[in-house]
């Protein structure tokens, strides 16, 4: 199992949608999606985007570390 870590490579904003469909073995595009429509529902999606945003280390760090 790989870390979840933001990729260097095809992101749009901040990689957090692209970690996450690597991680869940969907495509980027239907996680965006997925997202997208998800920020049409109440609660706090855009906070949490943010957040991992935050979190979530850099693909090229987490190389490094190792």
């Known amino acids: 199992m790989t870390a979840l870590a933001r990729p260097t490579n095809g992101r749009m904003i901040g ?12 495509s980027v595009t239907t996680m965006r999606v997925i997202f997208v429509l998800s ?5 706090p999606q855009f906070l949490l985007y943010i957040a991992l945003w935050i979190l979530l280390p850099g693909e090229d760090k987490v190389r490094q570390a190792w």
């Open 15 to 26: 990689g957090v949608c692209a970690a996450l469909a690597r991680r869940f073995g969907t």
């Open 39 to 43: 920020c049409l529902l109440p609660g």
